[in-house]
């Protein structure tokens, strides 16, 4: 079973940087195509980014384009979220997800990706 872990959310301020990491369990890490999602209280969980197996091709939210990078390491087992410019309403919960089936389409539907981490809260103050 893979386990993902998250970790580098926190309690920042408007304007900082952060950069999230997702370490994995299983050596197939390299094959999953890899997500970053978030969640409030109020909302349904949403897409923020996704990468492809090899790294080579992303995708992102419209309101996150130009702050936000995703990366992996597939060496280190290890996905990453850069977040710039923080804002308070990038205050959620993050998830990284994973996805070992199915087409190299880089979905932003939840539903399609069958690894889940346990997730990181980041709170921007204003």
């Known amino acids: 079973q893979e386990q993902f872990v998250e970790s580098g959310g926190g309690l920042v301020q408007a304007g900082d940087s952060l950069r999230l990491s997702c370490a994995a369990s299983?050596?197939?890490?390299?094959?999953?195509?890899m997500a970053w999602f978030r969640q409030t209280p109020e909302k349904e969980r949403d897409f923020v980014a996704a990468?492809?197996?090899?790294?080579?091709?992303?995708s992102y939210a419209d309101s996150v384009k130009g702050r936000f990078t995703i990366s992996r390491d597939n060496a280190k087992n290890t996905l990453y979220l850069q977040i710039d410019s923080l804002r308070p309403e990038d205050t959620a919960v993050y998830f990284c997800?994973?996805?070992?089936?199915?087409?190299?389409?880089?979905?932003?539907?939840?539903?399609?990706?069958?690894?889940w981490g346990q997730g990181t809260q980041v709170t921007v103050s204003s």
């Open positions: 997800a994973g996805k070992s089936y199915g087409s190299s389409f880089l979905t932003p539907r939840s539903h399609e990706y069958n690894y």
């Open positions: 299983s050596r197939f890490f390299y094959s999953y195509q």
């Open positions: 990468i492809s197996s090899g790294g080579d091709r992303t």
